[in-house]
């Protein structure tokens, strides 16, 4: 990889981190606490979320006539979602084990903490677990298929891509056939010690929080 684009690189994940840092700290102030997988929050400020929930009767009766016409539809691509997370599952674990990439963790990219917000009624909460759904699926799905890419084909498009998956930059640039020759080898070897850095990141990580507690 081209020296100045790996410095760039390092540089947007020490903004990320720092990013993460201040949601830390945003969820600090809001008295946001975590056990283990769980939320809590303080007895007081839960009272104080419940203040703002809205009835059934009330949030149905307001309710606009394009969200209730529309509701059918959104939840109709369920079905697709399901059999996709089901096929790709599947995919995932028949072939990565033969390809020697370490399997995606699917737990680790459905998050569905908003049912502990104390403001949210019941359609709401069905609502954010859905959206939740859908887009924990679209990471989770990303993830599979930017290690399968990193496999098969790391190479570059001649023209930018849109928030490419994150092992994207790494890969060859288009055009460059003798460098590709060299580099698919360790890319495709590269894959195999994904699980070992992701432990060191978060033993990094959790000596961090010791530090700073």
């Not at 840092?21 to 008295?31: D, I, P, Q, S, V």
């Not at 606490?33 to 009835?55: A, C, I, N, P």
């Not at 070897?189 to 990141?201: C, F, M, W």
Request: with cysteine.
């Amino acid at each position: 990889m081209n020296q100045k684009i790996k410095e760039l690189l390092d540089r947007i994940r020490q903004i990320e981190d720092e990013i993460e840092l201040e949601m830390e700290r945003r969820r600090a102030e809001l008295h946001i606490d975590f056990e283990k997988k769980r939320v809590r929050f303080e007895r007081e400020v839960l009272e104080q979320q419940r203040r703002f929930k809205m009835g059934l009767f009330k949030y149905l009766r307001r309710a606009k006539l394009r969200h209730v016409v529309t509701a059918p539809i959104i939840y109709s691509v369920l079905f697709p979602m399901l059999l996709m997370d089901l096929f790709v599952t599947v995919y995932q674990y028949i072939c990565f084990p033969l390809y020697g990439i370490p399997r995606v963790r699917r737990k680790d990219y459905f998050v569905y903490d908003r049912a502990y917000l104390g403001y949210l009624n019941i359609i709401e909460k069905i609502n954010c677990g859905y959206c939740s759904y859908g887009n924990g699926l679209i990471s989770y799905i990303r993830e599979i298929v930017g290690r399968t890419e990193q496999y098969w084909c790391p190479i570059k498009h001649a023209r930018r891509v849109l928030h490419a998956h994150p092992y994207y930059d790494g890969f060859v640039d288009y055009g460059d056939a003798e460098i590709y020759r060299q580099e698919l080898k360790r890319l495709r070897a590269e894959l195999a010690t994904l699980d070992q850095a992701e432990q060191e990141k978060k033993t990094e990580n959790s000596a961090n929080d010791t530090k700073e507690n």
